[in-house]
């Protein structure tokens, strides 16, 4: 795995493109969003709660918040997704995503807000997962949901993932597929970092 450099997170911020055109900045959370997470989990409607964090739930318990805003501890990471709202920046989605490294693959759960689902957001999200999932030299993601989830089912299935039974968990299905990426394909910030830092250990190992 290559490490992040947890003292500036900014620097593996991305811009993707919502389908009507709108920027949407994916970025580390930071201790300064704590208040506004918990705000965009509150505001999310009841459903959208259940789906998430598959089972009902109003906000985060305050541990979990905790451990959400601790980017990188255990080798967990949580992302924002934002847009600017008259000069302000909204989170409008968020996902959090484990590296496991003795299965090399990466396991994430994602919401958009309901206002702004059906826009591409969480498509466009979960190829910037699969990057960032690249940049730690991952070889597989993963998800579980709700069978009753049709909606992210029907991402996963567009998102040319595979289908099998979540482990344990009847109700729960799994959605995973191989991490291929090429550079060129679907560039991030966290990929192409870890790009030049693994170079650079080459290099450094060739002299
Ligand atoms: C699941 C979720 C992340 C999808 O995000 P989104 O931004 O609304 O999805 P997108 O607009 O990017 O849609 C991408 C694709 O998903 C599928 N999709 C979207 N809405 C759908 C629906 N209501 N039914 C079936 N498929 C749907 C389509 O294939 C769509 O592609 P298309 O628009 O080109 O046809 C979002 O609905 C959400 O946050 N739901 C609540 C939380 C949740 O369920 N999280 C998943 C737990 S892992």
């Known amino acids: 795995m290559t490490a992040l450099h947890l003292d500036d997170l900014k620097q593996y911020s991305d811009l993707l493109r919502a389908k009507d055109g709108s920027e949407i900045k994916v970025r580390f959370v930071e201790p300064r969003d704590r ?18 964090f598959l089972g009902a739930l109003s906000e985060l318990p305050k541990t979990e918040l905790e451990r959400f805003i601790h980017v990188g501890e255990a080798d967990r990471f949580t992302v924002v997704a934002t847009i600017m709202v008259d000069g302000f920046e909204t989170i409008v989605g968020e996902a959090r995503y484990a590296f496991h490294a003795e299965t090399s693959s990466v396991e994430f759960g994602l919401s958009i807000s309901d206002r702004w689902q059906g826009y591409g957001i969480g498509k466009a999200l979960l190829k910037n997962l699969e990057c960032r999932a690249a940049s730690f030299g991952a070889a597989r993601i993963f998800g579980d949901t709700l069978r009753s989830n049709t909606t992210m089912i029907g991402l996963a299935r567009k998102s040319d993932y595979s289908f099998t039974n979540s482990p344990g968990d009847w109700k729960l299905v799994r959605f995973e597929k191989q991490i291929h990426v090429e550079p060129q394909d679907i560039p991030c910030a966290s990929w192409r970092l870890a790009a030049i830092s693994r170079t650079a250990a080459m290099s450094s190992l060739a002299v």
Do not use: K, T
Request: hydrophobic share 15%; charged share 30%; glycine share 6%.
């Open 35 to 52: 208040e506004e997470l918990q705000n965009y989990i509150r505001s999310l409607s009841s459903g959208s709660r259940y789906n998430r």
